[in-house]
């Protein structure tokens, strides 16, 4: 439709280019500029074609520069990462209890030893020395264990001297 083409080409030409000007007739708008509803649009309008529309403001001015997005007033803050507990760990140790613990962590997400291994980059046999107790995990290996089982394998050094509370 040429019509509508043509009123949208003159109101972008009236915004981009002449922004002082009347959005209805194109005069340019000497008088402080009147902001009307036409059909449901809000336009910039000389004072001559105001009478056309519903007065809605004074003038064009910035009211509010606030973004609707960020208008809408929050409920909660947003969401923190679980928090990491800070771990020095010239103070820690892996858990006396490692390989139970890894043991039952890793069979409660349904894992096997060489599923975990493969989580892990390590080999299954590792997994089968860790468990069994043959071998202790290191700082690297026991980070990344607690990590996929969400499990703490590392406990304080004081915590171990004053002997620990035996879980279930
Ligand atoms: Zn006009």
Request: glycine fraction near 6%.
């Amino acid at each position: 439709m040429p019509l509508f083409a043509g009123k949208l080409l003159s109101r972008l030409v009236c915004v981009t280019v002449m922004k002082a000007a009347c959005e209805v007739c194109g005069s340019p708008l000497r008088t402080p500029p009147n902001r009307v509803e036409i059909d449901g649009a809000v336009m910039v309008v000389c004072g001559n074609c105001a009478r056309l529309g519903k007065q809605v403001g004074p003038s064009p001015s910035p009211v509010t520069p606030i973004s609707p997005f960020r208008a809408r007033p929050r409920a909660r803050p947003p969401p923190r990462p679980a928090p990491v507990p800070r771990v020095d760990e010239a103070e820690y140790d892996v858990d006396p209890d490692y390989n139970l613990m890894i043991k039952q962590a890793r069979e409660r997400m349904g894992l096997s030893q060489e599923q975990l291994g493969s989580l892990l980059n390590e080999k299954p046999s590792v997994i089968r020395m860790v468990e069994s107790k043959k071998l202790k995990p290191d700082m690297t290996l026991t980070r990344k264990l607690n990590h996929e089982l969400k499990i703490n394998l590392l406990v304080s050094l004081s915590e171990l001297e004053g002997g620990r509370p035996t879980g279930t």
